[in-house]
C-alpha cells in the first residue's frame, strides 16, 4: 500500500518551464539532464514496486530533518519486521570501483553513492529511534538502468542490480506478513514529519522580461504558432501533438504562477505570457469559466476556485 506518492520535484519543474523560454547554462543543462533522469529511474522503480504483494507500506519522495540535517529518502518501504530505505540510481553505462572511490569508465570520480546511502541510514535510525520504533533498517541501492555496468564491485555490497530485481521482489513477497496498527502509525507520523521544501534547491537566476512569451506543446516543448479558439483545440506544428484549447491554456497559466508567485493573475499579465491569443476577451474568458475573479473592474485578478 503506498502512503505517499511520488511528485514531480520543484527544480526539476521548473528547470521543464524555463528550458523553452531561456538559453540556459551548461551547468544548468546538465542539471536539468540528471534530475530528469534520476526522476525516470525513481518512476520506474515506483512501477516495479507496485508488484509487491501489498502487505507492506511504502513512502516515497520523504524528506526528513534531524539534528540540521536533512536527508532524502527515495523510497521507504516498513513492513512487518523491518523497514527498507532504498536509494535509486538510473547510471547508464560502465563505471568501476577502486576502494572507497566511484568513476566512470572514463576515470572520472563521482561521488560513492554506498556513503550517502550509509549517511541516509544513520539518519533516518536516529529520526526512528526518536518515535520510539527500534525496527532493523535494511539499505539498498537500487540501479534501475539495464545499461548500467560496475566492474570491482564490492563483495556483500547492498546493491540490487536491474537484473536482480524479479528476485528480489520474490523474496520480500515470501516474507511479507501483513502490517498493523502499528505499523500505520509509524508511517503517518513519519508523513507528518516530511519537508515539503529542500533546502538544497540549486535554482538559475531568471527574470520574466527575459523569458520568451507565448504557449509551449506539452509534448516536444515547441512553441505553438497557432490558438483558434473556434476549433477547440491547438496542433503543434513541430511534433503534430494535438491538445484541447482549455488544457493548453491552463497549463500555460500554471507555468506563470509557478515562476512567478509573486504577480497577480490577470487578462492582461495572461495575454501577455500567452502571446498567441490575439483577443484578451478570449483570455478573460477562460480566466472567468476556470477561475474565480477577485476585486473590480481593472482592479480583478483571479484565484483558484
Not at 570501483?97 to 554506498?114: C, H, M, S, Y
Request: proline residues 3%; charged residues 25%.
Amino acid at each position: 500500500m503506498t502512503m505517499k506518492f511520488r511528485c514531480e520535484p520543484a527544480e526539476l519543474k521548473l528547470m521543464r518551464y524555463l528550458s523553452p523560454r531561456m538559453k540556459l547554462s551548461d551547468k544548468d543543462i546538465n542539471q536539468y539532464e540528471n534530475l530528469e533522469k534520476g526522476f525516470q529511474g525513481e518512476l520506474q522503480f515506483d512501477d516495479w514496486q507496485r508488484e509487491l504483494s501489498g502487505k507492506c507500506l511504502i513512502l516515497n519522495d520523504l524528506m526528513l530533518e534531524s539534528q540540521n540535517t536533512v536527508i532524502q529518502i527515495d523510497s521507504l518501504l516498513i513492513s512487518y519486521d523491518k523497514i527498507y530505505l532504498f536509494e535509486v540510481k538510473n547510471y547508464e553505462g560502465d563505471f568501476y570501483v577502486d576502494g572507497d572511490r566511484w568513476f566512470t569508465i572514463a576515470r572520472k570520480e563521482i561521488q560513492n553513492p554506498l556513503l550517502q546511502l550509509k549517511r541516509t541510514e544513520t539518519v533516518l535510525r536516529k529520526i526512528l529511534q526518536e518515535l520510539g520504533c527500534s525496527s532493523p533498517i535494511e539499505s539498498y541501492l537500487i540501479f534501475i538502468n539495464p545499461e548500467f555496468q560496475l566492474f570491482q564491485a564490492p563483495l556483500n555490497a547492498p546493491m540490487i542490480f536491474s537484473s536482480q530485481l524479479n528476485r528480489f521482489k520474490n523474496k520480500l513477497n515470501r516474507n511479507s506478513i501483513k502490517n498493523n496498527d502499528r505499523h500505520h502509525r509509524l508511517a503517518e507520523r513519519l508523513l507528518a514529519l516530511h519537508l515539503k521544501e529542500s533546502p538544497y534547491l540549486r535554482l538559475p537566476q531568471y527574470s520574466y522580461e527575459q523569458l520568451q512569451k507565448g504557449m509551449v506543446c506539452s509534448s516536444c516543448s515547441h512553441f505553438f504558432s497557432d490558438f483558434n479558439t473556434m476549433k477547440k483545440e491547438v496542433v503543434c506544428d513541430k511534433c503534430g501533438f494535438i491538445e484541447s484549447v482549455r488544457h493548453a491554456f491552463l497549463r500555460s497559466v500554471e507555468e506563470f504562477r509557478f515562476l512567478f508567485p509573486e504577480r497577480k493573475i490577470t487578462t492582461s499579465a495572461i495575454h501577455e505570457w500567452c502571446k498567441i491569443i490575439k483577443s484578451k476577451k478570449v483570455v478573460w474568458n477562460l480566466l472567468s469559466k476556470n477561475f474565480k475573479a477577485m476585486g473590480q473592474f481593472r482592479s480583478t485578478y483571479y484565484v483558484e476556485k
